[in-house]
């Protein structure tokens, strides 16, 4: 299984992106979702997770900015980032589990990462 993430880029502080997270070909509607991010010169940290059942948990750094939804229809997972600031720079992974029942950012509990898509707050 691989995951594809895709909709970074960079915007000024107060901007918004949406970062989309596939699984192509495959159906992971069965996987807790998560993303991280890692920014330069840090570990990588989770920012927001959803579960089977949309159950979600954030991060207090993102909490009532960023939004994480799931469309099992398109195998794809969402990150709605609004009020961006300068220190949500980071590269932003998305990460799956199918045996992941609790909530967590621990990041060996995710089996499946992608690549990773920069996103840059100036």
């Known amino acids: 299984v691989q995951l594809v993430e895709s909709g970074g880029g960079s915007v000024q502080a107060g901007g918004s992106l949406r970062l989309s997270c596939a699984a192509p070909?495959?159906?992971?509607?069965?996987?807790?979702m998560g993303w991280f991010r890692q920014a330069p010169g840090k570990g990588r940290e989770g920012v927001a997770q959803?579960?089977?059942?949309?159950?979600?948990t954030y991060t207090d750094a993102v909490k009532g900015r960023f939004t994480i939804a799931r469309d099992n229809a398109k195998n794809t997972v969402y990150l709605q980032m609004n009020n961006l600031k300068p220190e949500d720079t980071a590269v932003y992974y998305c990460?799956?589990?199918?045996?992941?029942?609790?909530?967590?950012?621990?990041?060996?509990?995710?089996?499946?990462w992608g690549q990773g898509t920069q996103v840059t707050v100036s």
């Open positions: 990460a799956a589990d199918r045996w992941l029942w609790r909530a967590s950012f621990v990041l060996s509990d995710y089996s499946l």
């Open positions: 959803i579960g089977r059942y949309g159950e979600s």
């Open positions: 070909g495959y159906r992971y509607d069965t996987y807790c």
